[in-house]
């Protein structure tokens, strides 16, 4: 859940760095994913049955030139490598003795796109960029981070992206 | 994927309505689905797995307090109940001998909230409400409809929501 993403970050490995750690454009790749066919199909035919989403010759001749998947799966994809690389940032920081930062409450996502068809056979590369920082006055000890999230193919057009908000403790809070 | 839905929904079946046939208001209910444990689990597994959805015990120690399923499911559900009934609406349309119309592209989606979680148990209620209609002044063969998505549990408590922006043929151009 992308709330409890954030929320819970601490126990599900999520971004673990304090709000002072943050920078303006700092960019994480989160991972990349190739959308095979079996795949596209096999989400398609549990979440979105539509014949581009199902079928090759069906994605040929739709505008997509080609099977496609379903945006909810490159969506949930992203989802899989962030869960998956917040895991690997909590275990390389607890290697490192390193204290980690319990993310708060995300007030919610903004501007899902879908900006290119992702076709059977693309690989997406993930990663996501600090666009925003702000205080939080009601909430002293918590920064705001704003990041865009996206995805862009092995031609690198972007095809996904969102703009995810956090709450993110401080270090020092009043500091 | 999301502009598919619309792009193509004479083909996959979608909102078979003309621009003038919408009215501000408008709200259709889109089907309800019961969250297993089971499903949880399952996408979960595949697609978030964070601790709180995939295991009772941690989501019940969890700000949760259960079981509770990943966001990017509630979501994904809510497009395959879209589709659903957009094929059914088709059915519909073709035997009463209707004109269908041919949905064009969305420009995206706004404002994705997961409100509140969603735990093994509840059964969501999705329906779509169109919260905007506007003529498209370069394109005067569309109108823009927009619509408040929605998801709403077997307590009546918002659960998710999002903004879709479509574009929609109008029946008489230049009227």
Redesign the interface.
């Known amino acids: 859940?992308?709330?409890?993403?954030h929320?819970?970050a601490a126990?599900?490995g999520g971004l673990m760095r304090f709000f002072e750690d943050i920078e303006i454009g700092q960019r994480r790749e989160v991972g990349s994913f190739t959308f095979t066919a079996e795949g596209i199909k096999k989400f398609a035919a549990?979440?979105?049955?539509?014949?581009?989403?199902l079928d090759e010759e069906e994605g040929r001749k739709?505008?997509?030139g080609g099977l496609?998947?379903?945006?909810?799966h490159?969506?949930?994809?992203c989802?899989?490598l962030m869960?998956?690389d917040g895991k690997r940032q909590a275990r390389e920081a607890a290697a490192r003795g390193e204290k980690i930062a319990v993310w708060g409450p995300s007030p919610?996502?903004?501007?899902?796109?879908?900006l290119k068809?992702v076709l059977a056979g693309d690989t997406v590369s993930y990663a996501s960029e600090v666009e925003s920082l702000r205080s939080s006055e009601k909430r002293p000890e918590w920064g705001i981070v704003q990041a865009r999230n996206t995805g862009t193919n092995q031609r690198g057009e972007l095809v996904y992206s969102?703009l995810a908000t956090a709450f993110v403790p401080r270090r020092n809070p009043g500091s």
């Open positions: 859940m992308g709330f409890a993403y929320r819970e126990r599900a549990e979440y979105d049955p539509q014949r581009f989403h739709s505008l997509f496609t998947a379903s945006g909810w490159v969506a949930a994809v989802m899989k869960v998956a919610g996502f903004r501007e899902l796109r879908w068809p969102f």
